[in-house]
Protein backbone atom coordinates (compact mmCIF):
# COMPACT_ATOMS: atom_id res chain seq x y z
CA UNK A 1 0.00 0.00 0.00
CA UNK A 2 1.20 3.73 -1.14
CA UNK A 3 2.42 6.55 1.66
CA UNK A 4 -0.50 8.54 2.65
CA UNK A 5 2.20 11.09 2.34
CA UNK A 6 2.18 11.26 -1.64
CA UNK A 7 -1.39 12.13 -2.07
CA UNK A 8 -3.15 15.77 -2.05
CA UNK A 9 -6.26 16.99 -0.97
CA UNK A 10 -9.26 17.36 -3.47
CA UNK A 11 -12.60 16.45 -2.16
CA UNK A 12 -14.50 17.92 0.10
CA UNK A 13 -16.11 14.20 2.10
CA UNK A 14 -17.38 13.60 5.37
CA UNK A 15 -14.68 11.41 8.03
CA UNK A 16 -14.92 7.65 6.90
CA UNK A 17 -12.66 4.17 7.85
CA UNK A 18 -9.76 3.10 5.89
CA UNK A 19 -10.05 0.38 3.36
CA UNK A 20 -10.89 -3.24 5.53
CA UNK A 21 -8.01 -5.29 5.34
CA UNK A 22 -9.90 -8.51 4.90
CA UNK A 23 -11.88 -7.48 1.99
CA UNK A 24 -9.54 -5.51 0.40
CA UNK A 25 -7.09 -8.82 0.59
CA UNK A 26 -10.55 -10.72 -1.06
CA UNK A 27 -10.99 -8.30 -3.71
CA UNK A 28 -7.35 -8.49 -5.36
CA UNK A 29 -7.33 -12.28 -4.84
CA UNK A 30 -10.53 -11.91 -7.13
CA UNK A 31 -8.87 -9.29 -9.45
CA UNK A 32 -6.06 -12.25 -10.16
CA UNK A 33 -8.66 -14.68 -10.66
CA UNK A 34 -10.59 -12.73 -12.76
CA UNK A 35 -7.30 -11.80 -14.83
CA UNK A 36 -7.58 -8.14 -14.32
CA UNK A 37 -4.66 -6.57 -14.99
CA UNK A 38 -3.04 -3.40 -12.56
CA UNK A 39 0.01 -2.34 -13.73
CA UNK A 40 1.50 0.38 -12.13
CA UNK A 41 -1.22 1.08 -10.00
CA UNK A 42 -2.42 0.24 -6.72
CA UNK A 43 -5.62 1.07 -4.47
CA UNK A 44 -5.80 2.59 -1.35
CA UNK A 45 -7.70 5.73 0.64
CA UNK A 46 -6.98 9.19 0.68
CA UNK A 47 -4.92 10.52 3.20
CA UNK A 48 -6.49 13.83 3.89
CA UNK A 49 -9.87 11.38 3.94
CA UNK A 50 -10.03 7.90 4.84
CA UNK A 51 -13.13 7.53 3.51
CA UNK A 52 -12.23 8.21 -0.10
CA UNK A 53 -10.96 5.23 -1.87
CA UNK A 54 -8.34 5.81 -4.89
CA UNK A 55 -6.34 4.21 -7.62
CA UNK A 56 -2.38 5.26 -7.37
CA UNK A 57 0.46 5.56 -8.94
CA UNK A 58 3.23 3.19 -7.42
CA UNK A 59 5.37 3.94 -10.53
CA UNK A 60 6.47 6.64 -12.75
CA UNK A 61 3.56 6.32 -15.71
CA UNK A 62 4.28 7.46 -19.13
CA UNK A 63 1.71 9.29 -21.83
CA UNK A 64 -0.19 6.25 -23.00
CA UNK A 65 0.74 3.34 -20.99
CA UNK A 66 -2.24 0.92 -19.87
CA UNK A 67 -2.56 1.17 -16.36
CA UNK A 68 -5.11 -1.20 -15.67
CA UNK A 69 -7.10 -3.64 -17.84
CA UNK A 70 -10.36 -5.54 -17.27
CA UNK A 71 -11.50 -8.66 -19.47
CA UNK A 72 -14.92 -8.14 -20.89
CA UNK A 73 -16.17 -11.11 -19.05
CA UNK A 74 -15.27 -9.59 -15.43
CA UNK A 75 -17.52 -6.75 -16.59
CA UNK A 76 -21.35 -7.15 -14.63
CA UNK A 77 -23.64 -5.76 -16.79
CA UNK A 78 -27.45 -6.61 -16.50
CA UNK A 79 -27.08 -9.56 -19.42
CA UNK A 80 -24.10 -10.93 -17.98
CA UNK A 81 -25.42 -11.33 -14.71
CA UNK A 82 -27.25 -14.13 -13.36
CA UNK A 83 -30.75 -13.50 -14.69
CA UNK A 84 -29.87 -11.81 -17.54
CA UNK A 85 -32.01 -13.62 -19.86
CA UNK A 86 -35.29 -12.63 -17.30
CA UNK A 87 -34.04 -8.56 -17.48
CA UNK A 88 -33.74 -9.09 -20.91
CA UNK A 89 -37.38 -10.02 -21.01
CA UNK A 90 -38.55 -7.30 -18.92
CA UNK A 91 -36.94 -4.78 -21.22
CA UNK A 92 -34.38 -4.16 -18.72
CA UNK A 93 -31.23 -5.02 -20.81
CA UNK A 94 -29.83 -4.63 -24.32
CA UNK A 95 -32.22 -1.43 -24.63
CA UNK A 96 -30.20 0.75 -26.74
CA UNK A 97 -31.95 4.36 -26.29
CA UNK A 98 -33.34 3.37 -23.29
CA UNK A 99 -31.12 4.39 -20.63
CA UNK A 100 -33.32 4.74 -17.68
CA UNK A 101 -33.94 0.90 -18.45
CA UNK A 102 -30.56 0.11 -18.58
CA UNK A 103 -29.57 1.39 -15.09
CA UNK A 104 -32.60 -0.11 -13.24
CA UNK A 105 -31.92 -2.88 -15.08
CA UNK A 106 -27.97 -2.79 -13.50
CA UNK A 107 -29.72 -2.02 -9.95
CA UNK A 108 -31.77 -5.40 -10.46
CA UNK A 109 -28.35 -7.21 -11.49
CA UNK A 110 -26.78 -5.81 -8.30
CA UNK A 111 -29.45 -6.58 -6.20
CA UNK A 112 -29.60 -10.31 -7.68
CA UNK A 113 -26.12 -10.97 -7.48
CA UNK A 114 -25.56 -9.60 -4.00
CA UNK A 115 -28.53 -12.12 -2.98
CA UNK A 116 -26.60 -14.78 -4.37
CA UNK A 117 -23.91 -13.90 -1.45
CA UNK A 118 -20.57 -16.39 -2.12
CA UNK A 119 -22.29 -18.14 -4.79
CA UNK A 120 -22.27 -15.39 -7.45
CA UNK A 121 -18.80 -14.68 -9.40
CA UNK A 122 -18.54 -11.35 -8.71
CA UNK A 123 -18.88 -11.78 -4.64
CA UNK A 124 -16.08 -10.67 -4.01
CA UNK A 125 -16.43 -7.55 -6.11
CA UNK A 126 -19.25 -6.72 -4.16
CA UNK A 127 -18.12 -7.07 -1.13
CA UNK A 128 -15.49 -5.06 -1.39
CA UNK A 129 -17.72 -1.98 -2.24
CA UNK A 130 -18.92 0.34 0.65
CA UNK A 131 -21.76 -1.05 2.73
CA UNK A 132 -23.56 2.44 2.35
CA UNK A 133 -22.67 5.57 0.28
CA UNK A 134 -24.57 7.64 2.99
CA UNK A 135 -23.41 11.19 1.72
CA UNK A 136 -25.64 10.33 -1.38
CA UNK A 137 -28.44 12.48 -0.95
CA UNK A 138 -30.90 9.42 -1.66
CA UNK A 139 -29.89 8.30 2.15
CA UNK A 140 -30.68 11.85 3.85
CA UNK A 141 -33.86 12.55 5.94
CA UNK A 142 -36.86 14.48 4.26
CA UNK A 143 -35.69 17.00 7.04
CA UNK A 144 -32.36 17.38 5.46
CA UNK A 145 -33.34 17.85 2.09
CA UNK A 146 -36.07 20.28 2.77
CA UNK A 147 -33.54 23.18 2.57
CA UNK A 148 -32.82 21.89 -1.00
CA UNK A 149 -36.51 21.62 -2.17
CA UNK A 150 -36.54 24.44 -4.81
CA UNK A 151 -32.85 23.82 -6.16
CA UNK A 152 -32.53 21.53 -9.27
CA UNK A 153 -31.29 18.64 -7.21
CA UNK A 154 -33.95 17.98 -5.23
CA UNK A 155 -36.33 18.28 -8.90
CA UNK A 156 -34.45 16.35 -10.30
CA UNK A 157 -34.20 13.08 -7.82
CA UNK A 158 -38.47 13.76 -7.37
CA UNK A 159 -38.38 13.32 -11.18
CA UNK A 160 -40.09 16.92 -11.60
CA UNK A 161 -40.21 19.05 -15.06
CA UNK A 162 -40.34 15.62 -16.57
CA UNK A 163 -40.40 16.03 -20.60
CA UNK A 164 -41.02 13.16 -23.09
CA UNK A 165 -37.98 11.85 -24.91
CA UNK A 166 -35.51 13.33 -22.15
CA UNK A 167 -33.32 11.75 -19.91
CA UNK A 168 -32.04 12.57 -15.80
CA UNK A 169 -29.45 10.37 -15.01
CA UNK A 170 -30.20 8.31 -11.60
CA UNK A 171 -30.75 8.73 -9.51
CA UNK A 172 -34.28 9.68 -9.92
CA UNK A 173 -37.62 9.26 -8.87
CA UNK A 174 -36.07 6.43 -6.51
CA UNK A 175 -39.13 5.08 -4.57
CA UNK A 176 -41.37 5.33 -7.74
CA UNK A 177 -39.48 3.05 -9.79
CA UNK A 178 -39.10 0.07 -6.21
CA UNK A 179 -42.51 -0.10 -6.69
CA UNK A 180 -43.81 -0.07 -9.89
CA UNK A 181 -40.19 -2.02 -11.13
CA UNK A 182 -38.22 -3.46 -9.14
CA UNK A 183 -39.78 -4.72 -6.30
CA UNK A 184 -42.51 -6.50 -9.43
CA UNK A 185 -39.94 -7.97 -10.97
CA UNK A 186 -38.22 -9.45 -7.93
CA UNK A 187 -41.21 -11.13 -6.73
CA UNK A 188 -42.38 -12.27 -9.92
CA UNK A 189 -39.15 -13.91 -10.70
CA UNK A 190 -38.58 -15.32 -7.03
CA UNK A 191 -35.17 -14.22 -6.91
CA UNK A 192 -32.97 -16.44 -5.17
CA UNK A 193 -32.21 -14.93 -1.75
CA UNK A 194 -34.31 -11.58 -2.23
CA UNK A 195 -35.29 -10.97 1.54
CA UNK A 196 -38.44 -11.28 2.24
CA UNK A 197 -38.48 -8.32 4.91
CA UNK A 198 -39.96 -5.56 3.58
CA UNK A 199 -37.50 -2.81 5.09
CA UNK A 200 -34.78 -5.53 4.66
CA UNK A 201 -35.91 -5.36 0.76
CA UNK A 202 -35.98 -1.90 0.00
CA UNK A 203 -32.44 -0.99 1.85
CA UNK A 204 -31.17 -3.48 -0.18
CA UNK A 205 -32.77 -2.21 -3.22
CA UNK A 206 -31.48 2.02 -2.03
CA UNK A 207 -27.74 0.11 -1.62
CA UNK A 208 -27.97 -1.11 -4.99
CA UNK A 209 -28.95 2.06 -6.82
CA UNK A 210 -26.50 3.96 -4.58
CA UNK A 211 -23.80 1.89 -5.70
CA UNK A 212 -24.82 2.28 -9.54
CA UNK A 213 -24.97 5.70 -9.18
CA UNK A 214 -21.64 6.10 -8.14
CA UNK A 215 -19.81 3.51 -9.59
CA UNK A 216 -21.19 2.06 -12.82
CA UNK A 217 -20.28 3.73 -16.26
CA UNK A 218 -21.99 3.71 -19.86
CA UNK A 219 -20.31 2.26 -22.13
CA UNK A 220 -20.12 2.40 -26.12
CA UNK A 221 -22.88 4.21 -27.82
CA UNK A 222 -26.09 2.74 -26.82
CA UNK A 223 -25.02 3.70 -22.99
CA UNK A 224 -24.99 0.46 -22.10
CA UNK A 225 -24.89 0.46 -18.13
CA UNK A 226 -21.73 -1.60 -16.58
CA UNK A 227 -19.60 -2.32 -13.22
CA UNK A 228 -16.32 -1.83 -14.13
CA UNK A 229 -14.18 -3.23 -11.71
CA UNK A 230 -11.22 -0.79 -10.52
CA UNK A 231 -12.06 1.60 -13.15
CA UNK A 232 -15.33 2.42 -10.59
CA UNK A 233 -12.51 3.10 -7.88
CA UNK A 234 -11.07 6.48 -9.79
CA UNK A 235 -12.16 9.62 -8.91
CA UNK A 236 -13.05 12.80 -10.16
CA UNK A 237 -11.32 16.30 -10.01
CA UNK A 238 -12.42 18.86 -12.70
CA UNK A 239 -9.57 19.40 -14.83
CA UNK A 240 -7.27 16.69 -13.29
CA UNK A 241 -8.53 14.04 -15.92
CA UNK A 242 -5.06 12.04 -16.21
CA UNK A 243 -6.56 8.58 -18.05
CA UNK A 244 -8.83 7.84 -20.79
CA UNK A 245 -11.44 4.75 -20.95
CA UNK A 246 -10.66 2.64 -23.94
CA UNK A 247 -12.16 -0.49 -25.26
CA UNK A 248 -9.59 -2.83 -27.05
CA UNK A 249 -12.27 -5.02 -29.36
CA UNK A 250 -8.64 -7.58 -30.75
CA UNK A 251 -8.30 -8.06 -27.13
CA UNK A 252 -11.46 -7.95 -25.65
CA UNK A 253 -10.66 -5.68 -22.29
CA UNK A 254 -11.77 -2.30 -20.70
CA UNK A 255 -8.54 -0.07 -20.68
CA UNK A 256 -7.31 2.93 -18.41
CA UNK A 257 -4.51 4.21 -20.74
CA UNK A 258 -2.79 7.32 -19.57
CA UNK A 259 -3.48 10.62 -21.02
CA UNK A 260 -0.01 12.71 -19.54
CA UNK A 261 2.89 11.79 -17.11
CA UNK A 262 1.92 10.27 -13.66
CA UNK A 263 4.69 10.62 -11.10
CA UNK A 264 4.77 7.97 -8.23
CA UNK A 265 2.35 8.32 -5.57
CA UNK A 266 -0.23 10.90 -8.01
CA UNK A 267 -3.80 9.80 -8.03
CA UNK A 268 -5.20 8.74 -11.17
CA UNK A 269 -7.68 10.73 -12.04
CA UNK A 270 -11.24 10.13 -14.17
CA UNK A 271 -13.48 12.66 -15.36
CA UNK A 272 -17.04 12.11 -14.63
CA UNK A 273 -18.01 15.26 -16.78
CA UNK A 274 -18.48 18.85 -16.87
CA UNK A 275 -20.72 18.44 -14.27
CA UNK A 276 -21.63 21.27 -11.50
CA UNK A 277 -21.32 20.13 -7.78
CA UNK A 278 -25.10 19.94 -7.26
CA UNK A 279 -25.13 17.24 -10.14
CA UNK A 280 -21.97 15.90 -8.14
CA UNK A 281 -23.44 15.82 -5.18
CA UNK A 282 -26.93 14.43 -6.30
CA UNK A 283 -25.04 11.12 -8.43
CA UNK A 284 -21.85 10.82 -6.92
CA UNK A 285 -22.01 11.96 -2.87
CA UNK A 286 -19.55 14.76 -3.01
CA UNK A 287 -18.49 18.33 -3.93
CA UNK A 288 -15.45 19.76 -4.53
CA UNK A 289 -13.19 21.49 -2.30
CA UNK A 290 -12.10 24.13 -5.00
CA UNK A 291 -14.17 26.34 -7.32
CA UNK A 292 -16.07 23.93 -9.92
CA UNK A 293 -15.98 26.44 -13.58
CA UNK A 294 -19.02 23.87 -14.12
CA UNK A 295 -20.91 25.59 -11.40
CA UNK A 296 -24.49 27.47 -12.39
CA UNK A 297 -28.42 27.00 -12.21
CA UNK A 298 -29.97 24.84 -14.08
CA UNK A 299 -33.80 25.87 -15.88
CA UNK A 300 -35.97 22.95 -16.76
CA UNK A 301 -37.52 23.25 -20.50
CA UNK A 302 -40.55 22.60 -18.72
CA UNK A 303 -41.01 25.72 -16.78
CA UNK A 304 -40.40 27.50 -19.77
CA UNK A 305 -42.40 26.06 -22.02
CA UNK A 306 -45.15 26.45 -19.83
CA UNK A 307 -44.63 30.41 -19.37
CA UNK A 308 -44.65 30.17 -23.05
CA UNK A 309 -47.67 29.21 -23.40
CA UNK A 310 -49.07 31.50 -21.06
CA UNK A 311 -47.58 34.16 -23.34
CA UNK A 312 -48.46 32.93 -26.83
CA UNK A 313 -50.92 34.48 -28.67
CA UNK A 314 -54.51 32.90 -28.40
CA UNK A 315 -54.67 30.79 -31.74
CA UNK A 316 -57.85 31.50 -33.63
CA UNK A 317 -61.31 29.40 -33.05
CA UNK A 318 -62.32 27.26 -35.74
CA UNK A 319 -65.70 27.22 -33.82
CA UNK A 320 -67.83 30.05 -32.09
CA UNK A 321 -69.49 27.21 -29.92
CA UNK A 322 -68.85 26.61 -25.84
CA UNK A 323 -66.16 24.77 -26.91
CA UNK A 324 -64.05 27.44 -28.60
CA UNK A 325 -62.33 27.66 -25.33
CA UNK A 326 -61.01 24.09 -24.98
CA UNK A 327 -60.19 23.42 -29.01
CA UNK A 328 -57.99 26.73 -28.38
CA UNK A 329 -55.98 25.24 -25.56
CA UNK A 330 -56.19 22.05 -27.27
CA UNK A 331 -54.82 23.75 -30.51
CA UNK A 332 -51.88 25.52 -28.17
CA UNK A 333 -50.48 22.24 -26.58
CA UNK A 334 -50.73 20.35 -30.06
CA UNK A 335 -48.53 23.43 -31.39
CA UNK A 336 -46.46 23.74 -28.66
CA UNK A 337 -45.56 20.03 -28.64
CA UNK A 338 -44.60 20.00 -32.31
CA UNK A 339 -42.04 22.72 -32.02
CA UNK A 340 -40.74 20.39 -29.08
CA UNK A 341 -40.28 17.55 -31.37
CA UNK A 342 -38.74 20.19 -34.10
CA UNK A 343 -36.30 21.32 -31.27
CA UNK A 344 -35.43 18.16 -30.28
CA UNK A 345 -34.69 16.93 -33.85
CA UNK A 346 -32.26 19.71 -34.41
CA UNK A 347 -30.46 19.10 -30.59
CA UNK A 348 -31.98 22.23 -29.27
CA UNK A 349 -33.35 20.85 -25.91
CA UNK A 350 -30.42 19.31 -23.63
CA UNK A 351 -31.18 15.85 -23.32
CA UNK A 352 -31.70 15.88 -19.34
CA UNK A 353 -34.48 18.72 -20.46
CA UNK A 354 -32.49 21.38 -18.36
CA UNK A 355 -30.87 24.15 -19.87
CA UNK A 356 -27.83 26.03 -17.48
CA UNK A 357 -26.46 29.34 -16.99
CA UNK A 358 -22.69 29.80 -15.70
CA UNK A 359 -22.05 30.91 -12.00
CA UNK A 360 -21.84 34.53 -14.19
CA UNK A 361 -25.06 34.21 -14.90
CA UNK A 362 -24.51 33.59 -18.90
CA UNK A 363 -27.16 31.53 -20.14
CA UNK A 364 -27.19 28.75 -22.77
CA UNK A 365 -27.22 30.24 -26.46
CA UNK A 366 -29.98 26.83 -26.76
CA UNK A 367 -32.32 28.41 -24.26
CA UNK A 368 -32.69 31.92 -25.35
CA UNK A 369 -33.35 30.39 -28.84
CA UNK A 370 -35.62 27.71 -27.40
CA UNK A 371 -37.84 30.20 -25.89
CA UNK A 372 -37.54 32.57 -29.07
CA UNK A 373 -39.24 29.44 -30.80
CA UNK A 374 -41.56 28.28 -28.38
CA UNK A 375 -42.99 32.21 -28.49
CA UNK A 376 -43.31 32.25 -32.39
CA UNK A 377 -46.92 32.17 -33.53
CA UNK A 378 -47.81 28.67 -35.91
CA UNK A 379 -47.67 30.75 -39.12
CA UNK A 380 -44.07 32.36 -38.52
CA UNK A 381 -43.21 28.38 -36.87
CA UNK A 382 -44.44 26.69 -40.01
CA UNK A 383 -42.60 29.22 -42.13
CA UNK A 384 -39.80 29.31 -40.21
CA UNK A 385 -39.51 25.38 -39.69
CA UNK A 386 -39.57 25.43 -44.03
CA UNK A 387 -36.67 27.89 -43.52
CA UNK A 388 -34.66 25.24 -41.49
CA UNK A 389 -35.47 21.99 -44.01
CA UNK A 390 -34.42 24.07 -47.12
CA UNK A 391 -31.37 25.06 -45.42
CA UNK A 392 -27.67 23.05 -46.64
CA UNK A 393 -24.13 23.08 -45.19
CA UNK A 394 -23.08 25.11 -43.43
CA UNK A 395 -26.00 26.93 -42.48
CA UNK A 396 -26.31 30.28 -40.53
CA UNK A 397 -29.46 31.66 -38.75
CA UNK A 398 -30.79 34.44 -40.72
CA UNK A 399 -33.49 36.24 -38.02
CA UNK A 400 -35.04 38.12 -39.59
CA UNK A 401 -37.98 38.09 -36.91
CA UNK A 402 -36.21 37.99 -33.63
CA UNK A 403 -36.03 41.59 -32.96
CA UNK A 404 -40.21 41.94 -32.68
CA UNK A 405 -40.20 39.81 -30.14
CA UNK A 406 -36.61 39.74 -27.98
CA UNK A 407 -38.39 41.81 -25.12
CA UNK A 408 -40.73 38.49 -24.88
CA UNK A 409 -38.04 35.95 -24.88
CA UNK A 410 -36.04 38.43 -22.27
CA UNK A 411 -39.17 38.36 -19.92
CA UNK A 412 -40.01 34.42 -19.99
CA UNK A 413 -36.77 33.75 -18.77
CA UNK A 414 -36.66 36.37 -16.06
CA UNK A 415 -40.01 35.61 -14.90
CA UNK A 416 -38.51 31.86 -14.75
CA UNK A 417 -35.80 32.66 -12.84
CA UNK A 418 -37.43 35.44 -10.27
CA UNK A 419 -39.52 32.73 -9.83
CA UNK A 420 -36.66 29.59 -8.50
CA UNK A 421 -34.78 32.51 -7.17
CA UNK A 422 -37.48 33.28 -5.00
CA UNK A 423 -38.24 29.29 -3.66
CA UNK A 424 -34.50 29.52 -2.67
CA UNK A 425 -34.15 32.74 -0.83
CA UNK A 426 -35.82 31.86 2.45
CA UNK A 427 -34.08 28.23 2.68
CA UNK A 428 -31.04 27.82 5.24
CA UNK A 429 -29.88 24.35 5.56
CA UNK A 430 -28.24 25.39 8.88
CA UNK A 431 -28.89 26.91 12.05
CA UNK A 432 -27.02 29.97 13.07
CA UNK A 433 -24.75 29.83 10.12
CA UNK A 434 -22.51 26.99 11.32
CA UNK A 435 -22.65 23.55 8.65
CA UNK A 436 -22.63 20.86 11.68
CA UNK A 437 -21.75 17.79 9.51
CA UNK A 438 -21.09 16.90 5.63
CA UNK A 439 -24.69 17.30 4.40
CA UNK A 440 -25.51 20.65 5.45
CA UNK A 441 -22.19 21.97 4.03
CA UNK A 442 -22.54 20.49 1.05
CA UNK A 443 -26.39 21.71 1.19
CA UNK A 444 -24.90 25.22 2.01
CA UNK A 445 -22.58 25.19 -1.07
CA UNK A 446 -25.15 24.07 -3.58
CA UNK A 447 -27.39 26.48 -2.46
CA UNK A 448 -25.84 29.33 -2.52
CA UNK A 449 -24.36 28.69 -5.45
CA UNK A 450 -27.67 28.20 -6.96
CA UNK A 451 -28.68 31.27 -6.14
CA UNK A 452 -25.62 33.11 -6.88
CA UNK A 453 -26.09 32.19 -10.86
CA UNK A 454 -29.74 32.71 -10.63
CA UNK A 455 -29.12 36.40 -9.50
CA UNK A 456 -26.50 36.48 -12.26
CA UNK A 457 -28.91 34.82 -15.26
CA UNK A 458 -31.36 38.15 -14.06
CA UNK A 459 -28.73 40.50 -13.86
CA UNK A 460 -27.16 39.50 -17.37
CA UNK A 461 -30.60 39.17 -18.72
CA UNK A 462 -31.28 42.90 -18.01
CA UNK A 463 -28.10 44.17 -19.50
CA UNK A 464 -27.98 42.50 -22.78
CA UNK A 465 -30.72 44.02 -25.54
CA UNK A 466 -32.07 42.50 -28.58
CA UNK A 467 -29.09 42.59 -30.46
CA UNK A 468 -26.95 40.45 -27.62
CA UNK A 469 -29.97 38.08 -28.23
CA UNK A 470 -30.10 37.43 -31.91
CA UNK A 471 -26.30 37.12 -31.47
CA UNK A 472 -26.96 34.26 -29.11
CA UNK A 473 -29.38 32.66 -31.04
CA UNK A 474 -27.44 32.99 -34.17
CA UNK A 475 -24.73 31.06 -32.78
CA UNK A 476 -26.96 27.83 -32.23
CA UNK A 477 -27.55 27.68 -35.75
CA UNK A 478 -24.20 27.93 -37.36
CA UNK A 479 -23.20 24.51 -37.67
CA UNK A 480 -22.41 22.00 -40.18
CA UNK A 481 -25.46 19.01 -41.16
Request: aromatic share 8%; with cysteine; charged share 20%.
Amino acid sequence: MLSRSAREATFVFPEGHALPEQTALAFKEWLDKENVSILGCDLGVRSDLAAVRGVFAIKDLPIGEVVVSVPDGSVLMPHTCSIGNNLEAAGLCNSPGAPDNEALGLVVAVMAEKCLGMHSRWADYLGFLPKIISTLPIYWTSQELQPLRHTALVEKLAGKWEVLGCHIEAPTQVEEQYKTVVLPFMEHHHVAGFPSEAKARYQLYLWATAIVCSYSFSLGEDSFQAMVPVWDMLNHVTGKCNVRLHHSAKRRTLQMIATRPIKLGQEIINNYGPLSDSELLRRFGFVESEPNPNNGCEIPYAMLMAKCQEHLQPVQPQQSSSGAAQANANANKDLTYRKTDFMREHDLIPSSGWFTADILGQPQCEMIEVVRILLLPESEFEAFKKQVDRWRCPLTRPLTQLASISHQVSHVIHQVASERLAGLSELSPVRDGVPQNFRQTAAQSVLKTERHALLGLLLWLDKHDSTSLINCSKKVWVHIR
